[in-house]
Structure formats: C-alpha cells, structure tokens
T-cell receptor, first 111, second 113 residues
C-alpha cells in the first residue's frame, strides 16, 4: 500500500549514542517533515524538506540533523542522544496542498 | 503568530451521542484549518480540512467542522458517536507557510457503551 514507512518502530538508546531514523514515501511527494510528539505538547516540527537536496529547521531542531539525498527518503539523525530526546517521532509527507500523510511513528527511549 | 487551542484534553460521550470537540485558533490572516485523528500506536490521519470556500466542511467517518471567522473557531462534530471513534484528535492551523503548521495539544475521545 502507498504511504509513509518509518524504521525502526522502537529503539532504546543510551545517552551519547547516535542513531538514524529512516522515512520513506512512495507517493512522489515534494515535501517531507519530521515531528516529535510529547504528552501534552502536541506535535512539534523538527526539520522539513521542500524537495530533494533541501532541508530546513523547524520549531525544535537542536540536537538533530537531517538529509534528503533522494526524493523518497528523509533521514533524521541524532548525533549524541539525550534523555530529553525521548519521544515519539513521526515522519510525514505532502504535496503542496497540506494533505499530510503520516508514518506510524518511531518510539525512542534514551536512558 | 499562529496558535491553536483545543479545549478539553479528554472528552467522554456515550455511544450514539453527539460528539463535539472544540478548537480555537489565532491567526493574523485567513488560515487553513485541519483536523487529524490518531488511533493508538498509529500516525495521524487527515479527517478534514478548510482552505477556502464553504465554511462547513465534511470529512471522513461522518465528521464535519465549521469555520467561524467571527469566533475564530473550527469545532469538530459528529451526530452519533461510534465505539470506533475512540481516538486522539488534533486540530491544526497554518497561514500558508510549509514550516508554520501548528498542532493543538490534542483531545482524547472516549466512547462509552
């Protein structure tokens, strides 16, 4: 089925470790996004991309890096994980009319 | 600056009763407004959206919302709740910039048999 696929679905990291979250979409969407969801805070935009090879900072970019080398993939990296980055991470993609399609999320715990 | 306020972090209704989830926004220009639903351990799914035109918007699963500029509101309603409607609902607003898309903090809907 067409959609947004996130890997992994769950991960536990130790403080200071690094990891990369992968997001892949097969809908040929131009725009892709990474959000984090925390209790009582809704979703907050970390980084986004408006096309292959472009990225930009969102509301809460500190501690994260992203890359979009291919149109269908958007990677989110944590270089040195901190407990404050414990969250559920959602990737989304959209054409230009804000019809977001979300992935099913990655639950990350940093201990 | 834009913002979204969802009144009531938890709402409970009986099966068959009216569902009303409240959303108020602030925006300096005519906004685009959205409602999303999130089922447990899943991503968000678009229920409906208002961009321009008719202020009463119909979405999936029998939900609808009305854009009321004078009240800066975009409340979500459904005439008769089903057990399958139990989920988290998010209101969102944007003024048109891709990086200025703000979500509310969510309302958890419980449907009582």
């Amino acid at each position: 089925n067409a959609g947004v696929t996130q890997t992994p679905k769950f991960r536990v990291l130790k403080t200071g470790q690094s990891m990369t979250l992968l997001c892949a979409q097969d809908m040929n969407h131009e725009y892709m996004y990474w959000y984090r969801q925390d209790p009582g805070m809704g979703l907050r935009l970390i980084h986004y991309s408006v096309g292959e090879g472009t990225t930009a900072k969102g509301e809460v970019p500190d501690g994260y890096n992203v890359s979009r080398l291919k149109k269908q993939n958007f990677l989110l990296g944590l270089e040195s994980a901190a407990p404050s980055q414990t969250s559920v991470y959602f990737c989304a993609s959209s054409p230009q009319d804000y019809g977001y399609t979300f992935g099913s999320g990655t639950r990350l715990t940093v201990v | 600056a834009q913002s979204v306020t969802q009144l009531g972090s938890h709402v409970s209704v009986s099966e068959g009763a009216l569902v009303l989830l409240r959303c108020n926004y602030s925006s300096s220009v005519p906004p685009y407004l959205f409602w999303y639903v999130q089922y447990p351990n899943q991503g968000l799914q678009l229920l409906l959206k208002y961009t321009t035109g008719a202020t009463l918007v119909k979405g999936i699963n029998g939900f609808e919302a009305e854009f009321k500029k004078s009240e800066t509101s975009f409340h979500l309603t459904k005439p008769s709740a089903h057990m399958s409607d139990a989920a988290e609902y998010f209101c969102a607003v944007t003024e048109g910039s891709v990086n200025q898309f703000y979500f509310g903090t969510g309302t958890s809907l419980t449907v009582i048999p």
